[in-house]
C-alpha cells in the first residue's frame, strides 16, 4: 500500500461525500496477502495465496446511516461505491444514536506510539514447506501415530481509517503461525491432539522440530483415555483453554451483549466478580502484541486500564455506538479489547496440581454450552485425572458445569504457566469445584 496516495484518496472521497449531501461520513480501506502451506504425508497437500483488498464507505444523512464497499480502487469504482452508500442511508431508519466519534475522543496521530507489529518475512513458498515437512517429520520420531497435518502461514495486512471529523490513522501488521495436528491409535481407539505458535514475527516462532515434538507428546499422552464416574470436584483448566474464560467474560462486558440486555455481568461494574487478588490489565501499547492498536476502530484513543482491579470490575468494552445506547462513554474497544493480562501467582503448573489434589486437570474444550444471559457453563472436556497431586490417567467424553459468576467468585489461584500465544495472556486457572458428568 503506497501511504501517501492511499491517504489522499480517502481524503478526496470524504470531500465528494460531503458534497452530495453527508452530514457525516467514514471511510475505511484495507489490504490484505498471506501464503499458507499444508504437508501430510511427506508431500504437499495444500499450497494458498490470498491478496484482497477492500474500501468500505459509510455516510450518515443525519441519524441514517447508509454502507457500500468496493474491491477495486479505480475512480469509476469509488463513485459508484459513493453513490450507494448515499443511496442507502436515504432508505435507512434513522437511529438516535448513530453517527462518528466525538472529535475530543478521536486518537490524536502526533501521539500515536511505535507498536513493532510490522516485520516481513522473506520466505518462499518452498521454504514454508520444509519448515512444515521439518515439524511433521520430527512428531514421526514418536511411533504409534500419524501427523493429520502439518501447516505454516505467513501474512500481512495494511488499513487506513478516516472520518470527516478530521481523523485519518494508518496501521499494519503482519502474522505467521505453526501448526501440527497427530492422531494415535491403541486397540481400536484413537486420540487426536496437536501443538502450534504464532507471532507477528516470523523469526520469533516456535523451532519447527520442536515444536512437532510436543504436538506428538501431547497426542501419545492421551492414549488410553477413560471416563470418571460423574462427581464434583476441582477443576483446573490448562492455560490455553482458561483464555477461554476470559473470553466469556470479554464478551458479558462488551457493548453489544449489554444494551441488548444479554450479559450475565450487566449489573456489576464496580462489583467484585473475582477474588481480591486477581487483576486483568488491558495495555493496547506493548511492542509486537497480538491486539496492539493506538486507535480502535471508530478512530478513539486506546488507554491502558485496568479491567479488573482487586477482583472489581472497572470497565466495560466500548465502541461509539454502544456507549452512546448506555449513556456512557466509549473506551477504545470497537473492535474488542486489546492485550489483556492476567495477574498471575507464584505457583507453576506442577504446584497447582498438588493444591487441587485430586480433580479434573482440563487440557481441552468443546462445544457451545455458553449463556451469555445466565452465565451457566456447559462444555465437553477431556485432559488428565489427577489424584494426591499427581496425573493418574487421561480421560475424554466429559462434560464439565458450572455458572461462570461462580466460577470467578471461587477461582483458586492462577498459575505462572503463562501462554503468550494470543491477545490475553494468563497462566492455568484452578476453579474450586464444578459438576464433571462422566459414566
Known amino acids: 500500500m503506497n501511504i501517501d496516495k492511499t491517504k489522499q484518496i480517502v481524503t478526496d472521497i470524504l470531500q465528494t461525500v460531503k458534497k452530495n449531501g453527508a452530514t457525516q461520513a467514514e471511510v475505511v480501506y484495507s489490504q490484505g496477502s498471506g501464503l499458507a502451506v499444508s504437508v501430510r504425508n511427506h508431500d504437499v497437500d495444500t499450497i494458498e495465496n490470498s491478496n484482497d483488498s477492500s474500501l468500505v464507505i459509510t455516510v450518515y444523512s443525519g441519524k441514517a446511516k447508509g454502507s457500500a464497499s468496493t474491491a477495486v480502487l479505480d475512480k469509476e469504482s469509488i463513485e459508484l461505491t459513493i453513490k450507494k452508500a448515499i443511496e442507502i442511508s436515504k432508505l435507512t431508519e434513522e437511529d438516535e444514536y448513530a453517527g462518528l466519534a466525538e472529535p475530543e475522543l478521536l486518537a490524536n496521530p502526533d501521539n ?30 514418536s511411533k504409534g501415530l500419524v501427523v493429520d497435518e502439518s501447516n505454516v502461514s505467513i501474512g500481512e495486512g495494511s488499513s487506513i481509517y478516516a472520518n470527516s471529523n478530521g481523523f485519518i490513522g494508518h496501521k499494519q501488521g503482519t502474522n505467521s503461525s505453526i501448526s501440527v495436528v497427530a492422531i494415535a491409535e491403541k486397540d481400536g481407539n484413537m486420540e487426536r491432539d496437536y501443538w502450534w505458535d504464532a507471532s507477528c514475527n516470523f523469526y520469533q516462532m516456535m523451532n519447527a522440530e520442536e515444536l512437532g515434538r510436543k504436538a506428538a507428546e501431547r497426542t501419545l499422552s492421551r492414549i488410553g483415555a477413560q471416563k470418571v464416574k460423574s462427581t464434583k470436584a476441582p477443576v483446573l483448566f490448562e492455560a490455553p483453554v482458561a483464555q477461554g474464560l476470559v473470553g466469556h467474560m470479554l464478551s458479558a462486558i462488551s457493548g ?32 509486537q502484541g497480538m491486539a496492539s492498536r493506538n486507535f480502535d476502530s471508530n478512530g478513539v484513543a486506546t488507554k491502558q486500564r485496568q479491567l479488573i482491579d482487586k477482583g472489581v470490575l472497572k470497565g466495560f468494552l466500548l465502541s461509539v455506538y454502544s456507549a452512546r445506547r448506555l449513556k456512557m462513554q466509549a473506551t477504545g474497544n470497537a473492535g474488542g479489547a486489546h492485550n489483556l493480562f492476567v495477574k498471575t501467582g507464584k505457583d507453576d503448573l506442577q504446584a497447582a496440581l498438588k493444591t487441587m489434589g485430586t480433580g479434573l486437570f482440563v487440557t481441552s474444550v468443546m462445544g457451545q454450552g455458553i449463556n451469555t444471559v445466565t452465565g451457566d457453563y456447559s462444555r465437553g472436556a477431556s485432559g488428565f485425572w489427577v489424584e494426591n497431586g499427581e496425573i493418574q490417567f487421561p480421560v475424554s ?17 492462577v498459575a505462572n504457566d503463562v501462554d503468550k500465544r494470543s491477545k490475553t495472556q494468563t497462566g492455568s486457572w484452578l476453579i474450586e469445584e464444578m459438576t464433571i458428568a462422566g459414566d
Request: avoid cysteine.
Open 256 to 287: 453489544s451483549s449489554l444494551y441488548q440486555e444479554a450479559s450475565f455481568l450487566k449489573d456489576d461494574l464496580e462489583n467484585q466478580i473475582f477474588p481480591e487478588w486477581f487483576e486483568i490489565n488491558e495495555d493496547p501499547f506493548v511492542k
Open 397 to 413: 467424553e466429559l462434560t464439565i458445569a458450572g455458572n461462570l459468576k461462580d466460577m470467578y467468585k471461587n477461582l483458586v489461584l
Open 112 to 141: 500515536f506510539k511505535e507498536l513493532d507489529t510490522y516485520h516481513p518475512a522473506d520466505v518462499t513458498a518452498d521454504e514454508l514447506i520444509e519448515m512444515a515437512k521439518q515439524a511433521e517429520s520430527a512428531a514421526l520420531e
